[in-house]
């Protein structure tokens, strides 16, 4: 196996193992947002007494991280939004380019948004920043999520980009078929 095609086995398998990690995270603090939620609403409406940090607590962190850390495992399984109307129209070929280069280009972006959360992160901390309530909430654990979230997504684009490809092969035995359909 060349080492080129070695290196990106690793690496799939590596942001494979991390997609699942914050899957799992994901789904728990899914049902740990229920959870709250429903001690929140029982407490607030039959004791009149809600949780004071239970609101913050689901907005500011547990949602946004339930949605980032999902993005990169959906895309993985095909269960993310695409609009594909134009694109099952294009050839074979022109499709696998240009979904090649949509995703490479998201793939860039995303890293972008994964690399400035991470600035982000460091100067909230730095800063000590919070968010202002009842509880002082700091704001790094929430651009920290995002950077958690948006790196693997990153990563998964552009292996998508890469993979949509075709090889030199590949290409080579299309414009065989093409010209030898063209002969015939």
């Known amino acids: 196996m060349p080492l080129k095609e070695a290196t990106m086995n ?8 991390g997609e699942n990690v914050l899957a799992v995270v994901a789904g728990v ?4 947002m229920m959870v709250i939620t429903a001690i929140d609403v029982v407490m607030r409406y039959a004791f009149n007494a809600p949780l004071a940090w239970g ?6 962190y547990m949602l946004v991280a ?3 850390f999902s993005f990169s495992i959906a895309l993985r399984m095909g269960e993310h939004v ?15 380019w240009a979904m090649s280069i949509a995703w490479g280009t998201c793939g860039v972006l995303t890293g972008l948004i994964a690399a400035m959360s991470m ?11 919070i968010i202002a309530g009842v509880i002082p909430w700091p704001v790094w654990v929430q651009k920290m999520i995002v950077a958690l ?4 997504l990153s990563l998964r ?8 490809v075709p090889s030199a092969e590949a290409q080579a035995a299309a414009q065989t078929e093409i010209h030898e359909g063209s002969l015939t």
């Not at 603090?29 to 740990?32: E, R, T």
């Not at 609101?55 to 500011?60: E, K, N």
């Not at 600035?119 to 920043?129: I, L």
């Open 66 to 68: 339930s949605f980032f």
């Open 82 to 96: 695409a609009v594909d109307y134009f694109t099952r129209k294009f050839h074979p070929d022109v499709r696998r």
């Open 149 to 152: 979230g948006a790196t693997p």
């Open 119 to 129: 600035v982000e992160t460091v100067h909230a901390w730095k800063q000590a920043e």
């Open 55 to 60: 609101f913050d607590l689901v907005t500011h």
């Open 29 to 32: 603090l899914l049902i740990l």
């Open 157 to 164: 684009l552009l292996l998508l980009s890469v993979g949509a």
């Open 10 to 17: 690793g690496v799939r398998k590596v942001l494979h193992w």
